[in-house]
């Protein structure tokens, strides 16, 4: 898909839940990837981790690139690795419709959010929870979407952390409505009002999707929730 299409189809689905793979079952991921097309999960976001610019592996390219097969669901990939040049490529080859990498990882992004909109591919810049927005606003016209981080990166399942909201409305007011703000890490019901409503239309879901035994009703109740 053209990286204009892919931002029309997440721009007119928002509020767009994510469930974020890091949470799957990797023993069934054939099943998971049925589970998820079940419960219309339109975005599936992958969480790619170095063991470096995070102190936790998880996967990469070779298992995105043979999921892709299984699904038309937009594939988000959020690299969490400290040198996403090099190995970017291997995530357009795997068939990644969106890419975000991080600032503290790439100081200064613009050649590398280039890159991915060359590659008709939507370019995201990710902020940890310490890094103050300040640090992207000169690159918000290179971006597509960005993506605030509401726990530390590296895992699932950890606490929202509620300044991540003062970030969004802050972003929310710098950029033009139809740049994708994005929320990671915490998500779940008695959060992501509180992130829509701070300017957020893609949210990142981990165990509020994969720690339930129903992901059609855990997914139907988030859009709920995060309707704007
Ligand atoms: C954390 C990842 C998140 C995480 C979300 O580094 O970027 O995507 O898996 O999981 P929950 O929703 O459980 O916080
Ligand atoms: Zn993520």
């Known amino acids: 898909m053209s990286r204009l299409a892919t931002l029309d189809r997440l721009r007119t689905s928002i509020p767009v839940i994510a469930p974020s793979m890091l949470k799957c079952d990797f023993g ?24 470096h610019f ?3 592996l998880s996967y990469g390219p070779m298992v995105i690139e043979r999921c892709r097969l299984r699904t038309k669901a937009i594939f988000d990939a959020h690299l969490m690795i400290s040198d996403p040049e090099k190995y970017l490529n291997e995530y357009f080859k795997a068939g ?3 890419i975000t990498f991080h600032i503290e990882a790439v100081p200064n992004p613009v ?19 310490g890094t103050p927005v300040e640090r ?9 979407m960005v993506l605030v ?5 590296g895992f699932g399942g950890q606490k929202f952390i509620p300044a991540a909201l003062e970030k969004l409305k802050t972003l929310r007011m710098m950029t033009p409505p139809d740049l994708l703000l ?10 992501i009002a509180d992130c829509a ?15 339930k035994p129903d992901y059609s009703a855990a997914v139907a109740e988030l859009a709920k929730l995060g309707s704007p």
């Open 28 to 51: 069934n991921l054939h099943r998971e990837l049925e589970l998820l097309d079940a419960a219309q999960a339109s975005v599936l976001h992958w969480d790619v981790m170095d063991g």
């Open 54 to 56: 995070v102190p936790n």
């Open 96 to 98: 990644c419709d969106c």
């Open 111 to 129: 050649s590398l959010l280039r890159k991915i909109r060359e590659q008709d591919v939507v370019a995201g810049l990710a902020l940890n929870p």
């Open 136 to 144: 992207i606003a000169p690159f918000l016209a290179e971006c597509d």
């Open 149 to 153: 981080m509401s726990v530390e990166p």
């Open 182 to 191: 994005s929320v990671d890490g915490g998500i779940g019901p008695t959060t």
């Open 197 to 211: 409503q701070a300017g957020a239309g893609l949210f990142v879901v981990g165990s509020a999707v994969f720690d």
